[in-house]
């Protein structure tokens, strides 16, 4: 049962609710507020469904008049109805609607009646499929099996539920019947997004791109290998401690260990790294980029003028009249462009994909002013949009934390992750040098107790820049080790600790259990995800893995996810930024540094204009 | 080059021969006709661009502004709000004034989303703003500001209060303590006392940065004291009232405070 169907501008006020109209009960929560927060404006519009708590929630918009209507119902029940019920909903109102007008209440009856007229076509739908599929039962019979045995196992695993018993009939002939018709599509689609936890069948020829789907695909594949690659490290690494050195004369052999850490004791070349604390000028974070700012400001003014060039006859016409109404059809030429544009300049393609889906979404229908070329409104519309993906959506001011962390007498922990070779113990160097140029001290904790020389890296930038280390050698657990860096920094009274973990593959299962066990065990005040700017379409592959992780095997309700993203090797790409807009909208952390070089100063702030410019030039 | 000029100057020798034919009253009225044009434009320019008269709502989201723009301009929040993905702008009479005999001006009112992804909004609307009103709720403040890495009310108003145009222009600040009625509700003096030892530390640990700093930014206050909001360079107070039972009287006095009737 449709439990609400909301009407509102976008600019926030309600026009009419169904709960209200028909006296239903309020939602628990506000799952429309989550909606808004979480979906729409993460340019995530276009998705099929969004799902909170008990809820699922389909949403359309209405662009001319600047209205959305939203669908709520609870997530068990698969209503096929919804999307029709929708359109129906947008074409009424949208006849009704009235700037002026803020009182709805006839449209009540309309409602009812519309509610009523798509569940009897939703029905008719069914029943005839289910007349289809007894006709044909020999080509749906394998599917109907693996579906089935699926939606089986799932159905006694929830409880049986009568109606998801009946639902699941429906599904078997959606699976099959996938070319029958626009209504199954979107159904299909939601059912899919909703019952990720059913492992929902294959052969999915949706046109739409679904993350989950290509994720848990790329789990399929890759859950084999590194499976082999765990167990074998598992059984290497304890034989390595039973082998012996194998003799092969009468002579005994020296047992030298094989471990070459440089006991911190031995002050052999002392002379030479004990330079006066290196001061390299003031790091980048704290100068600010005004060069590009200035030019924006002209460029904008001028593009609010004057449209630039002259286009073919037809659309100057159209254009000039000002009555053309945005269709699909129009604005895919001028999306496509952008989405080519976008993916020249590094942009994951699937990232590229939703972004232009997102937009196609919020300018359908809308009605082009004079004067004014589609190309034009679709790039306002899309710079719009990245300028939001892009800012943050919390705070970036460290410095304000590492103070209110102080006023509560515990020290304010980072820890850095990533894949290998991104740069973090670089990174995190520089962070460690801006900080002391804020007058915090500053800890370094070596969680790195796998790659060799990782500790002697620390201990020599330790050295350098005047900061205690905490480490504890190689082969230690880095959780424990984190641990008790922590608790002696809060021993020294230390500001800041800055973890340096290892780098790891997003797919090696043993690692990522490790390092969520570091970070649930330790609770650090900030992850930050080090990635790099060269990076291409694995940022998302990776960025969603890590925080699968983080989120699946955390040991507490309320997961720590990254909070923030580090990009690294900035200075090696020329304009093509793309990676920063993919790993934001990936997971929606905000880019807290920009490592733009190989010196300690060489650390600035994301200049949100700049990229966007960039990108869209 | 030469022949330029002095085809130029056969012109105006036609010109004026042309001239001189016409009667004198049609030049004297053709000039004066132009010149009343051009003075009128000058004048309608110059009354335009002098007086800002947009009051601008804002404030973190959730606390109430929309609300509170549907209360100033209907009397009612209708059906209730949710969170705004654009901003409300309307020139309306106060309805609280529409029964007032008289002229009444109308006034420009615009309600800033206050998501944080949107805040590149507000500096929009800024320059042309006769009034800025902060909302803030005072039923969730605390916790709010407590929290790290959520855009508190304290920074938000410290990134208003510090903007070039708004220290420049003088643009006057009420700080509006929404949701009153609310039983947990703290009261405006409490919300005060905190906004100001809030923003005397950001104002702290942005000295503290290096003296190439953010160049948008003002200091505020006098260094070495506490900071004190009389001691900013724009009026600033501080109200209450709350926006769902219609108690709105104090916007409204500050509205007519600075858009004059």
């Known amino acids: 049962m449709l439990e609400e169907l909301l009407i509102f501008t976008r600019g926030g006020l309600i026009l009419w609710s169904s709960c209200r109209a028909l006296g239903g009960a309020a939602l628990k929560g506000s799952p429309i507020d989550a909606l808004i927060r979480s979906c729409l404006l993460e340019e995530r519009s276009a998705d099929a469904s969004f799902s909170q708590d008990n809820y699922a929630l389909k949403w359309t918009f209405h662009n001319d008049l600047g209205l959305v209507f939203v669908a709520v119902y609870q997530r068990m029940l698969h209503l096929l109805y919804v999307d029709d019920l929708l359109a129906a909903v947008r074409k009424e109102f949208s006849q009704i609607y009235d700037p002026k007008r803020k009182d709805y209440h006839d449209f009540t009856d309309v409602f009812r009646q519309l ?39 799932d159905s006694t695993a929830t409880g049986g539920n009568k109606k998801k018993g009946a639902s699941a009939a429906k599904d078997d002939s959606d699976c099959a019947d996938s070319d029958k ?80 850490t440089d006991p911190a004791d031995k002050r052999g070349d002392d002379e030479v790294i004990d330079h006066a604390l290196v001061n390299q000028g003031e790091s980048m974070m704290d100068k600010d980029e005004n060069v590009s700012s200035d030019s924006e400001d002209e460029e904008e003014e001028q593009v609010q003028g004057v449209p630039k060039k002259k286009g073919w006859f037809s659309s100057m016409f159209q254009s000039i009249s000002g009555n053309n109404v945005l269709e699909k059809s129009d604005l895919q030429p001028a999306l496509k462009a952008l989405k080519d544009r976008l993916m020249t300049k590094n942009v994951a393609e ?39 993906i892009l800012t943050p959506r919390r705070s970036i001011d460290i410095l304000r934390d590492v103070q209110s962390a102080k006023e509560r007498g515990r020290p304010y922990v980072i820890v850095f992750v990533g894949v290998n070779g991104v740069g973090k113990s670089t990174n995190l160097a520089k962070v460690a040098y801006w900080l002391l140029q804020h ?66 593959m997003q797919d090696n299962e043993p690692l990522m259990r490790a390092l969520s066990k570091l970070i649930n065990l330790n609770n650090p005040d900030l992850v930050l995800f080090v990635g790099e700017a060269l990076v291409g379409n694995d940022a998302v592959d990776q960025l969603t893995k890590f925080n699968q992780k983080l989120a699946d095997l955390s040991s ?19 304009d093509k930024v793309g990676a920063a807009l993919s790993m934001v909208y990936i997971s929606g952390a905000p880019v807290m540094f920009v490592g733009c070089g190989q010196s300690y100063t060489d650390l600035k702030k994301l200049n949100v204009k700049s990229i966007v410019k960039t990108l869209l030039k | 080059m ?17 001239v001189r034919q016409q009667p004198p009253e049609q030049i004297y009225v053709a000039a004066a006709v132009v010149a009343i044009t051009i003075l009128v434009l000058i004048a309608a320019s110059c009354l335009k661009s002098s007086k800002p008269n947009t009051i601008v709502l804002s404030g973190l989201n959730g606390s109430g502004k929309t609300t509170l723009f549907y209360q100033l301009r209907d009397g009612s929040s209708h059906q209730g709000t949710v969170t705004s993905m654009e901003e409300n702008s309307d020139t309306f009479v106060l309805h609280s004034e529409q029964e007032r005999k008289g002229k009444v001006k109308p006034v420009h009112v615009v309600d800033v989303p206050g998501h944080a992804r949107l805040k590149t909004k507000l500096d929009e609307f800024l320059p042309r703003a006769a009034g800025v009103i902060f909302v803030v709720d005072a039923q969730d403040f605390c916790r709010a500001c407590k929290q790290l890495q959520t855009l508190s009310s304290c920074r938000y108003l410290y990134d208003i209060l510090t903007k070039a145009t708004v220290v420049k222009k003088r643009v006057p600040v009420l700080i509006f303590c929404n949701k009153t009625d609310k039983v947990t509700a703290h009261s405006k003096e409490f919300i005060r006392k905190q906004l100001e030892k809030e923003i005397n530390k950001l104002r702290e640990s942005r000295n503290a940065l290096s003296s190439a700093d953010i160049s948008d930014e003002v200091k505020l206050g006098v260094p070495g004291e506490a900071f004190n909001f009389s001691q900013c360079q724009n009026k600033v107070t501080v109200s209450e009232g709350a926006g769902l039972t219609g108690n709105v009287s104090a916007i409204e006095e500050f509205i007519r405070e600075y858009v004059k009737a």
């Open chain 1, 439 to 504: 007058n915090l001290s500053v800890t370094l904790a070596a969680c790195d107790t796998f790659r060799s020389g990782a500790v002697e890296q620390l201990r020599t930038h330790a050295r350098r820049l005047k900061i205690p280390i905490f480490e504890k050698g190689y082969e230690k657990d880095p959780a424990v080790v984190a641990k008790e860096a922590i608790q002696e920094a809060a021993r020294n009274k230390s500001d800041v600790v800055l973890v340096d973990t290892a780098g790891r």
């Open chain 1, 350 to 388: 699937e990232i590229a994909e939703k972004l232009c889906e997102s937009v196609a979404a919020s300018l359908e229908g809308k009605k082009l002013g004079s004067f004014t070329r589609i190309s034009s409104t679709v790039q306002t519309a899309m710079e719009e949009a990245l300028v939001r």
């Open chain 1, 181 to 260: 018709g626009q209504e199954n599509y979107q159904p299909r689609s939601a059912l899919l997004v909703k019952g990720k936890e059913n492992g929902g069948p294959k052969d999915n020829n949706n046109g739409a791109f679904d993350v989950n789907k290509l994720q848990k695909l790329r789990n399929n594949k890759k859950k084999t290998v590194p499976a082999e690659i765990g167990t074998k490290k598992n059984t290497t690494k304890p034989d390595t401690k039973k082998k012996v050195n194998r003799v092969w004369d009468d002579k005994p052999t020296d047992n030298k260990k094989l471990d070459f």
């Open chain 1, 115 to 153: 509610h009523l007229e798509a569940e009897a076509r939703a029905e008719i739908m069914k029943k005839s499929k289910q007349q289809l599929i007894t006709s044909r039962p020999s080509q749906n019979l394998s599917n109907n099996k693996t579906s089935t045995k699926v939606r089986g196992a």
């Open chain 1, 556 to 574: 507490v309700p309320t997961a720590r996810l990254i909070d923030g993203i580090l990009l690294t090797k900035f200075d090696t790409i020329d």
């Open chain 2, 2 to 18: 030469e022949e330029w000029i002095q085809q130029a100057q056969v012109w105006a020798g036609q010109a004026e021969s042309w």
